[in-house]
């Protein structure tokens, strides 16, 4: 059933047999198989409740905070169930970046980005903080336009340079795997451009996987395509041969705007 | 189509002009009846008050009926101030702060995170009724749950318990409602680091709320601070300043009420209430400036 046309050298994840439901006749999710390769960009597609930002959150396991949640197979980070893990272990090597740009907003920028360490309670002296801070800034190109402010709340930043702090705070936990759930649907078209040139800059260090409603946001910047459509994988293959020669019909008309 | 014309035509534009006048001075008109007593009130307060306001209403102890009446008899300013009030009900109001406000923003929190489980509403229900329970009442229960079994007299602890347990509806109220105002994303942000729920709780909830929070607080504080009756059931009275939870202790309003009742210091009312009045006129005042300042950001 799934047009599976590529084969992954060196999977990060693999998503096994998945499925989840928000109740017992709800699927979500059905039965998806999946591998996700190292240092690239894989974009999920899909029309709206497809079910592929409950895929994206349970990678982290963030939809387990819907209450009775019921979640089937496995997802293995390098070999090792994550539902094996503890969640605060997989969202410290997955982190994820959401649909609206969401600094804390009694926290300063520099706060901000190193907020896992500060909440999670895990002490830093002043020099590995401040050299955190300034990596993480540097890597999503906001220390330039920061580095003045650093003391002042994150929420002044504009929309764009908000979203990349919300990167920036994912970064400094120097994760495996960011995950990214249509981080430039609140932005306008600049910031949009900033951040996918960022994103594809940050495939160098990790592997980032992107929910996206905008089929050419995603032929922009991806390395692979999942197309999903009413819970299911329909296609996954590498983004320029899915974009130019589809194998599924479906795929096809999505891609073309028959829907959607 | 003529029927619509027709009514346009019989409504014309003096008629209309008349209308909105007498509309507009009806409202001006009640709008002044409501904000009369208050001023009337403060001014009364100001002018019969102002005067007995010096240094030693302030630091001085409240006199008794003999120094008010030979003070009388001389002609003099009765002597003496409120001292042993303010920080009775100071000591009384901080008392009951510290056992209301980690009740109370607990189980505000716990009604925000079970939003709809049937035992969420029912102690919902709970804290509605405790809201309208008469504070006389929560008086002679503190009467008999502490005075009469706990502290074996008067004390300071019995009359905070029953303020505490006016504060505790507010406050739950309050931290439940500022609470659904933290947007769901700050919970999530949270979350995707990792961080364990009860400390999402205390370093990003909190916080984000912390003037609505603050606001709750003050206006409990406010709103139990001029409280007479249950206190007169419970804490009684002290001619001296007392900060021992145990002892009878005085607060403003009981030195108002024992001022009314004694003929020769029926003047010390006025300054008393007009601090009373100032008091709470004050945390109004920061409470709105929170407000203000948390809507502006």
Redesign the interface.
């Known amino acids: 059933m799934i047009e599976n046309n590529i084969d992954i050298q060196n999977p990060v994840l693999s998503i096994r047999n998945l499925s989840i439901a928000y109740d017992e006749k709800k699927f979500a999710v059905k039965d998806v198989n999946a591998e996700i390769e190292h240092n690239a960009i894989t974009a999920i597609m899909g029309p709206s409740g497809c079910g592929k930002s409950t895929l994206l959150r349970a990678i982290n396991r963030m939809h387990e905070l819907y209450p009775s949640i019921i979640t089937k197979g496995d997802i293995l980070l390098n070999g090792d169930s994550i539902y094996q893990m503890q969640t605060i272990q997989v969202r410290r090597k997955i982190g994820m970046v959401f649909q609206r740009p969401n600094p804390f907003p009694t926290m300063s920028i520099y706060d901000n980005v190193i907020a896992g360490y500060k909440l999670n309670g895990i002490k830093l002296n002043k020099n590995q903080r401040d050299e955190i801070v300034e990596k993480s800034l540097i890597d999503v190109t906001l220390w330039d336009e920061v580095k003045d402010s650093l003391f002042k709340k994150g929420t002044f930043l504009s929309g764009g340079q908000q979203q990349r702090l919300c990167i920036a705070r994912t970064l400094a936990f120097n994760p495996d795997v960011i995950l990214l759930d249509e981080p430039t649907s609140a932005l306008d078209p600049i910031a949009t451009a900033k951040v996918e040139e960022l994103l594809v800059d940050l495939k160098k260090k990790y592997t980032i996987v992107l929910v996206t409603h905008n089929m050419s946001q995603a032929a922009r910047i991806s390395d692979y395509s999942m197309f999903m459509y009413l819970g299911e994988l329909i296609e996954y293959g590498k983004t320029n041969s899915m974009f130019t020669n589809p194998k599924n019909p479906k795929t096809e008309e999505y891609l073309t705007g028959k829907f959607g | 189509m003529s029927v619509r014309s027709e009514i346009l035509y019989v409504d014309n534009t003096r008629q209309r002009k008349i209308r909105n006048s007498i509309f507009k001075i009806a409202v001006i008109l009640l709008s002044v009846i409501t904000i009369s007593p208050i001023i009337l009130i403060i001014s009364k307060l100001i002018i019969e008050g102002i005067g007995q306001i010096n240094f030693d209403f302030f630091t001085q102890l409240a006199p008794d009926t003999f120094q008010a009446m030979s003070a009388k008899i001389n002609g003099e300013k009765i002597p003496g101030g409120i001292v042993n009030g303010i920080t009775g009900t100071l000591f009384i109001v901080i008392l009951a702060s510290v056992m209301a406000i980690p009740i109370g923003i607990i189980t505000g929190i716990y009604l925000y995170e079970n939003k709809n489980k049937w035992y969420a509403n029912f102690i919902r229900n709970i804290t509605d009724i405790l809201q309208g329970v008469p504070s006389i009442v929560l008086g002679i229960i503190g009467y008999l749950w502490i005075v009469k079994n706990i502290t074996y007299g008067f004390s300071a602890l019995a009359g905070s318990a029953a303020l505490a347990i006016m504060m505790l509806p507010l406050i739950i109220r309050s931290t439940e409602e500022t609470m659904k105002m933290v ?1 769901e ?2 919970k ?9 729920y009860h ?2 709780i205390l ?2 909830m909190i ?2 709320s ?1 003037s609505g929070l603050m606001t709750g607080i003050l206006l409990a504080v406010s709103r139990i601070i001029g409280e007479t009756a249950p206190l007169l059931l419970t804490t009684l009275g002290s001619p001296v300043i007392n900060f021992e939870i145990d002892k009878p202790t005085s607060a403003v309003p009981l030195l108002i009420w024992n001022f009314y009742n004694d003929p020769n210091m029926i003047d010390l009312i006025w300054s008393s209430s007009l601090f009373l009045m100032g008091f709470v006129l004050i945390l109004n005042l920061i409470s709105k400036r929170i407000i203000a300042h948390k809507e502006k ?1």
């Open positions: 947007p994303s700050i999530e942000a949270g979350a995707a680091l990792g961080v364990p400390r999402i370093k990003v916080p984000s912390f950001n």
